[in-house]
């Protein structure tokens, strides 16, 4: 299985910025897509911005312009620089990586980002 170990979260104040990253580590043969997604309390999991192995990025229209989705391959490593933060972009971000035809997709176990003054 592929384990993901996300960091970078922490507290903000608005208009600040932050860095997320997501360690892949396991059973990785080829990781087709990594994604990024957001949950608040009990609502559901949102896709905040996803990239392909190619390089081909998905990006939620709350954080078009303002977020950036990239990876590293070699380092099986992706990362959300996150930008001009808004209150409403607090919640726990959570890291999905997908090998197509080697399983199910991976998760991480989240990490919180708060957006306050």
């Known amino acids: 299985q592929v384990q993901l170990v996300e960091s970078g979260g922490g507290l903000v104040q608005p208009g600040g910025s932050l860095r997320l990253s997501c360690a892949a580590s396991?059973?990785?043969?080829?990781?087709?897509?990594m994604g990024w997604y957001r949950q608040v309390s009990e609502k559901q999991r949102d896709l905040v911005a996803q990239?392909?192995?190619?390089?081909?990025?998905d990006y939620a229209d709350s954080v078009k312009g303002r977020f950036t989705i990239s990876r590293d391959n070699a380092k099986n490593t992706a990362y959300l620089q996150m930008s001009s933060l808004k209150p409403e972009d607090t919640a726990v971000y959570y890291c999905?990586?997908?090998?197509?035809?080697?399983?199910?997709?991976?998760w991480g176990q989240g990490t919180q980002v708060t957006v306050s003054s």
């Open positions: 999905r990586a997908e090998q197509r035809g080697y399983g199910p997709p991976s």
């Open positions: 990239i392909t192995s190619g390089g081909r990025t």
């Open positions: 396991g059973s990785i043969f080829s990781i087709s897509t």
